[in-house]
């Protein structure tokens, strides 16, 4: 166990978990969610809490190290949410089971959600399509592994996506379902949209304007694809439904170390310059066509209403609560 900033123990295991998520050694906003609840379940069997009063404290002060690894993926508070909603009991062993019990429905539901999502994605994609991706995206993976194992033969162009290059995972993964992968440079979106049905991607938090909110670069794509005629096709989760901003709040961008654009050496070669690493953009929803989720598709403009059902009018930062 380390103690926090609030002097109370928090189990190694979510330090090392925070870590991961930090570093994107653990990515992607569904694997993140189901990363940061998993940790909690950590820190519950970890606690050495001699009363309910602490074990809490303690679950709050996990919950508060790993909502603060990344700002942009509302899946990540939204996964805390959840688990803190059913954490119930008068005892220390009464909290402990109930904080497992709540972690496995979460994990269960997520991984249902992303089947039920691939599902209707499928239903979007005809035998012998193409499709253009961006970044890695196990929803968008969850709609094409469904499609092909319907029997559907597809194409893929896969954009490398700077910095960190995340399209050679999706051309991995596509690859091994046996879709024909073609690999461009993220510039050459523009000069294939021709030749694509569907531009295909996942996101990190949906707004309640329709907003997506993806890897940076899925903005300029959708406009050059609105452009092109091509439509294009948001797959997420309700776990990506940004609660706050029916409030009005905003998306928090996240800003990335500079070296994952160029290195020390290669900078000091240029001469003085401002480097900026932005992970993440804003596609407003018109140049959007559908955002496809386990409930069914949604035009990006009517997700408010699901948005609304799903959460109320606010939400609760249990973590924060003392
Ligand atoms: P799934 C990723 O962000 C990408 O932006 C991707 O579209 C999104 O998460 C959703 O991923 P990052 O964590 O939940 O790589 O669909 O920065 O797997």
């Known amino acids: 166990m380390n103690r926090s900033e609030d002097d109370v123990d928090v189990a190694e295991a979510v330090h090392r978990t925070a870590e991961d998520i930090g570093s994107m ?14 940790a909690l379940g950590e820190q519950a069997a970890a606690s050495e809490a001699e ?21 942009t993926a509302v899946s990540l508070p939204n996964a805390l ?82 910095p960190r290059n995340q399209g050679h995972i999706t051309a991995e993964a596509l690859t091994e379902l046996g879709v024909d992968v073609t690999l461009i440079v993220d510039s050459a979106a523009r000069r294939y949209l021709n030749e694509v ?29 609105r452009d092109r005629g ?12 940004h609660p706050d901003t029916l409030t009005g709040q905003t998306v928090d961008i996240e800003m990335r170390d500079e070296r994952e654009v160029i290195s020390e050496s290669e900078e000091r070669e240029i001469g003085e310059i401002t480097v900026l690493n932005p992970a993440f953009d804003v596609t407003p929803p018109r140049y959007v066509d559908a955002i496809v989720t386990e409930r069914g598709q949604f035009p990006p403009e009517s997700i408010v209403t699901l948005m609304r059902e799903l959460f109320g009018e606010s939400t609760s930062e249990p973590w924060t609560e003392t």
Do not use: M, W
């Open 81 to 162: 949410r959840y688990v803190f909603r059913d954490v119930e009991g008068e005892t220390v062993e009464r909290l402990r089971a109930s904080v497992r019990a709540s972690v496995s429905e979460f994990c269960r539901r997520l991984d249902t959600a992303q089947k039920d999502l691939g599902r209707v994605g499928a239903n979007r994609l005809r035998d012998g399509d193409t499709l253009l991706t961006h970044c890695h995206s196990t929803d968008v993976l969850a709609c094409v592994e469904t499609a092909v194992e319907q029997g559907k033969s597809l194409s893929a162009y896969v954009k490398e996506t700077r």
């Open 51 to 71: 009363s309910p009063e602490e074990f809490r404290a303690e679950l709050r002060a996990a919950a508060r190290v790993l909502y603060d690894t990344r700002p």
């Open 25 to 38: 050694e653990i990515r992607g906003a569904a694997t993140i969610a189901a990363a940061a609840a998993k």
């Open 230 to 241: 091509t439509p294009i096709v948001c797959a997420a989760q309700t776990i990506k439904l």
């Open 197 to 225: 049905d569907h531009v295909l991607v996942g996101a990190d938090s949906i707004a309640a304007d329709g907003s997506v909110i993806n890897k940076i670069g899925t903005s300029g794509l959708a406009v050059n694809a």
